[in-house]
């Protein structure tokens, strides 16, 4: 069979398992106890495990299985939660990812898979990497060795009874006697033994029971919890004086032990019930309305869901021929308004409406939760705060908001450069922020929302902020700026300095970041992909990265203006309300033209004036206003005419003229011409 097919299936599965894993892991080290998770986590590896095997990737198989080994103690109550043995879990779930990146690469990436299985193996056969205590871990292994039929039959009283007998220095000894196949009075060989024990000690526990003993209702074998202050070999020699017995196996027992076996039992039973009553508790959600919010829930309703996965390259041809049609849509409602025929304009109508309709189920397709790329960061800022000494709590908000594929593909690396750059430099260590008066976890928060049609993420941190003097310093000192030019440079024009090529203010190099060490990327990047990055800092408080994206890169609903004799597209999304304004409703404030809108004062600007329109102004006391936001700021455009609304092909200028101010892109009007579409968020400030 040709598993070459299945290939692409196998990838995208197999990442959505470790993504889940590595999820799950995180929130397990903060709920050690939480065996709903674990069992989770075991669920997915278990999965992976036989696809991987399906498919012939046995090393993915052999590590999987050992991790899943652990996972299995863990959730029978045999090991313990502890942070070595999450350290070797997160290690092993690298190796994996490494080993399926390898995959997808097509490259023959070596990992060591015989240590990363060796990590594995030594948290269950070494206490000190796993257990909680070597102690627990000793109870742990004499547990396997005991019945559990005898264990069970110790009740709270003879507990009690063993425990006081340790105490005072007596020694509790499970014992097993197996009589002779041809013992024909096996109640009174037993009944001889008990005597014989009985005057060097006290039996506490028999299994079966004394009655059943009495009345031979036992096979050949009986077993016993018997305390005495006598050693084992003695108690072996004094039961082997009795005939007709064919084997005595003395095997010295702790009261942990015992107790150990009892809190497991009651844990056992506690989950038992849960498991009985979840579904009585589910329909009780359902009853309230509440929504599910548990990860491991999510992932069980996933499953009821009916997809198919379709290539990112098909979606991309459907874009391209959908576009073409929207074009030419265009044309047909313009030719159809100038002729007229009433037959022609139905059926133009009704084919903009199921183009519409098509137009938002083709971009829906396209569109992806940026929670995709959050997920990784998690796991990365746990690693990187550890390697670095420092304590870090990351806040993710916002994980729901969409955006195009094409960009959250590309979005990942800078936001990466963003968050060690954060952690790294941004951060202090804890003994600084201890001694500032801060927290001494650090705070680190990535938040994600829709605003106009961008999508904006914040990567802000609280911890030292950026040091104007010592920015301007190193420009001057690398010749970036003279000194002169850096008196007049405002708080933005400096910060904006970091993202000189090369440009760092960090005294020492590091492995890890630099301000200056990436951040020319990633503004590369970002404008590669039509947004932008801003920086805000306050010393002593921290700074914020704010990523603005384009929401999709294809189709957009715009407001099309004449200015003078061109037309200019304003994306729908940006615009609060158009508004005619008297000329003597207009006011100067510190050179700015602005008006009262609903109470707040909102800057005016002039397209004429800002693309250089020719054109005399015709001044009939009348302007009109389209308002226009930029998340809670606004602006309003002048324009002289509005044309009316239309679903525009967003086409981008290409490389050479992608640096002009305020225009995002073109489009191709019904009757051929070229409209620029205006990027609102350039013009407010």
């Not at 959908?322 to 308004?337: A, M, N, P, T």
């Amino acid at each position: 069979m040709d598993m070459n097919q299945y290939m692409d299936a196998f990838i995208d599965e197999a990442t959505q398992h470790l993504q889940s894993i590595n999820g799950n892991l995180l929130l397990l080290e903060k709920e050690p106890a939480n065996l709903e998770l674990v069992q989770e986590i075991f669920r997915s590896a278990h999965t992976l495990k036989g696809m991987a095997a399906t498919m012939g990737f046995e090393e993915v198989a052999e590590l999987t299985h050992h991790l899943e080994n652990v996972l299995d103690q863990v959730r029978n109550r045999k090991l313990t939660v502890s942070t070595p043995m999450m350290d070797t879990l997160f290690f092993s779930v690298d190796a994996l990812e490494k080993m399926i990146d390898a995959l997808i690469n097509e490259e023959n990436a070596q990992v060591d898979v015989g240590q990363v299985i060796q990590a594995l193996n030594g948290i269950q056969g070494d206490g000190s990497k796993g257990a909680s205590s070597s102690g627990e871990e000793q109870t742990q292994d004499r547990s396997s060795s005991v019945p559990r039929a005898i264990l069970q039959a110790v009740d709270q009283f003879a507990l009690t009874v063993l425990t006081q007998s340790e105490e005072t220095g007596f020694n509790i000894y499970h014992i097993q006697v197996t009589l002779d196949k041809g013992c024909l009075l096996k109640a009174a060989r037993a009944y001889m033994v008990f005597q014989l024990l009985e005057s060097e000690g006290e039996i506490i526990q028999t299994l079966p029971p004394v009655q059943d003993i009495e009345e031979e209702a036992f096979e050949s074998a009986f077993e016993l919890i018997y305390v005495t202050k006598q050693d084992t070999d003695y108690v072996q020699q004094l039961i082997h004086k009795v005939s007709e017995i064919e084997q005595v196996h003395v095997q010295p027992v702790k009261t942990e032990e015992l107790k150990y076996h009892q809190s497991q039992e009651i844990a056992e039973g506690a989950l038992e019930t849960a498991a009985a009553s979840a579904p009585s508790a589910d329909s009780e959600q359902l009853k309230s309305g509440q929504p599910e919010t548990s990860p491991h829930r999510n992932g069980s309703q996933r499953t009821l869901n009916k997809t198919i996965r379709v290539n990112i390259d098909r979606l991309d041809a459907l874009m391209n021929l959908f576009s073409e049609l929207v074009i030419d849509r265009g044309r047909l409602e313009k030719i159809s308004k100038e002729l007229q025929h009433q037959e022609l304009i139905e059926t133009v109508e009704h084919m903009s409406r199921m183009s519409s309709d098509l137009q938002d189920l083709i971009l829906n397709m396209r569109m992806v939760p940026i929670e995709q790329v959050f997920n990784r960061f998690p796991k990365m800022v746990r690693s990187l705060s550890r390697e670095l000494g420092k304590e870090v709590e990351l806040a993710m908000s916002g994980t729901e908001t969409e955006l195009d594929r094409t960009v959250i593909d590309e979005i990942g690396d800078p936001l990466v450069h963003l968050l060690r750059n954060a952690i790294d430099h941004g951060l202090e260590t804890t003994e600084e922020r201890k001694r500032l008066g801060k927290p001494e976890q650090g705070r680190l928060e990535l938040k994600a929302y829709h605003s106009g049609n961008h999508v904006f993420i914040e990567v802000r941190d609280d911890g030292r902020g950026i040091d104007r003097s010592k920015v301007l310093k190193k420009a001057i000192e690398r010749g970036v700026i003279s000194r002169e030019r850096s008196e007049e440079l405002s708080d933005q024009d400096v910060y904006q300095l970091l993202f000189a090529s090369g440009f760092s203010t960090a005294e020492k190099v590091s492995d890890i970041s630099g301000r200056g060490v990436g951040l020319d990327v990633v503004k590369n990047k970002i404008e590669s992909l039509g947004g932008n990055v801003s920086v805000l800092s306050q010393p002593g408080a921290g700074t914020t990265f704010t990523v603005q994206l384009p929401l999709t890169l294809s189709i957009i609903s715009a407001l099309l203006v004449k200015v003078m004799d061109e037309t200019y597209a304003i994306p729908l999304t940006s615009i609060i309300e158009v508004a005619a304004v008297k000329q003597e409703d207009i006011r100067s404030v510190q050179g700015q033209r602005v008006i009262d809108f609903r109470g707040k004062v909102v800057p005016l600007v002039s397209l004429q004036d800002v693309f250089e329109v020719p054109g005399e102004v015709e001044e009939d006391g009348i302007l009109s206003i389209v308002i226009v936001k930029k998340g809670e700021k606004m602006a309003g455009l002048i324009v002289d005419s509005l044309i009316g609304q239309q679903e525009v092909v967003l086409k981008t200028l290409g490389q050479y003229l992608n640096q002009v101010f305020a225009i995002s892109g073109a489009t191709i009007l019904g009757d051929g011409q070229v409209a620029l579409i205006i990027d609102c968020n350039a013009l407010i400030k």
